[in-house]
């Protein structure tokens, strides 16, 4: 086989919805290896005692959470249409895993600073979008976020861009930004427990759906 520079590196554009949501990322990576070795598609092996499949994903997703922008790096070992390409991966993958596109790689994952989330919430408590409002009108909003070095307290105030608010059947609607990637990645379950801090409620139900990938100048990832 020849030099790996001699081989393509291509960006595999998904969504994960429905069941799939409560894949693990780790189960993802097993489902996504399997689903290319039956659909044929060339991919490059790493080489070695234990040699697997060149796949790297852009920003793994949190369990339970649904997705329209998800993306994972594949390397090819001869050229293949990137349409090919996708209608075989549908074509192997299960009903609520769809690829959408396929197309070179442009960016660096570590370019990427912002994610934009769909939010459905029930608090147990009246009035959500009040309390809400109340919330992001504090100084400051003060939550623990765990890291690998341990507990750190976070204040959210600066890092939650609201786009748009809403109330419907009980129901908290959000639609927010938040800080996403290496440097620092925001998890909008925080936003949460420090609503249920505040107002002394529980969370009773909740759907997230992540929109959309941005770099720090907001620049759709790709």
């Given at each position: 086989m020849g030099n790996v520079n001699e081989f393509k590196n291509i960006r595999i554009f998904f969504s994960k919805k429905g069941d799939a949501k409560y894949i693990s990322h780790l189960d993802l990576?097993?489902?996504m290896q399997r689903c290319i070795k039956r659909s044929g598609i060339p991919i490059w092996?790493?080489?070695?005692f234990?040699?697997?499949q060149y796949m790297t994903f852009a920003l793994p997703l949190a369990l339970g959470y649904?997705?329209?922008?998800?993306?994972v790096d594949i390397r090819l070992t001869e050229p293949m249409d990137f349409q090919e390409v996708k209608e075989r991966l549908n074509d192997a993958l299960p009903r609520d895993i769809r690829v959408h596109k396929v197309a070179d790689q442009q960016m660096d994952p570590k370019e990427i600073s912002f994610a934009d989330y769909e939010i459905q919430v029930a608090f147990s408590c009246d009035d959500v979008l009040t309390k809400f409002e109340?919330?992001?009108?504090?100084?400051?909003?003060?939550?623990?976020k765990r890291t690998k070095k341990g507990i750190?307290?976070?204040?959210?105030?600066?890092l939650v861009?609201?786009?748009?608010?809403?109330?419907?059947?009980?129901?908290?609607?959000?639609?927010?930004?938040?800080?996403a990637g290496n440097t620092l990645n925001i998890n909008p379950t925080l936003l949460f427990e420090a609503f249920c801090k505040v107002y002394h409620c529980e969370v009773e139900a909740?759907?997230?759906?992540?929109?959309?990938?941005?770099?720090?100048?907001?620049?759709?990832?790709?």
């Amino acid at each position: 086989m020849g030099n790996v520079n001699e081989f393509k590196n291509i960006r595999i554009f998904f969504s994960k919805k429905g069941d799939a949501k409560y894949i693990s990322h780790l189960d993802l990576t097993r489902c996504m290896q399997r689903c290319i070795k039956r659909s044929g598609i060339p991919i490059w092996y790493t080489q070695g005692f234990h040699p697997h499949q060149y796949m790297t994903f852009a920003l793994p997703l949190a369990l339970g959470y649904e997705s329209e922008c998800e993306s994972v790096d594949i390397r090819l070992t001869e050229p293949m249409d990137f349409q090919e390409v996708k209608e075989r991966l549908n074509d192997a993958l299960p009903r609520d895993i769809r690829v959408h596109k396929v197309a070179d790689q442009q960016m660096d994952p570590k370019e990427i600073s912002f994610a934009d989330y769909e939010i459905q919430v029930a608090f147990s408590c009246d009035d959500v979008l009040t309390k809400f409002e109340k919330l992001m009108a504090m100084e400051r909003i003060n939550v623990e976020k765990r890291t690998k070095k341990g507990i750190k307290e976070v204040d959210l105030k600066p890092l939650v861009q609201v786009i748009s608010t809403g109330e419907e059947n009980d129901q908290l609607l959000l639609k927010l930004r938040l800080p996403a990637g290496n440097t620092l990645n925001i998890n909008p379950t925080l936003l949460f427990e420090a609503f249920c801090k505040v107002y002394h409620c529980e969370v009773e139900a909740y759907h997230i759906l992540r929109t959309g990938i941005f770099t720090g100048n907001l620049a759709e990832f790709c």
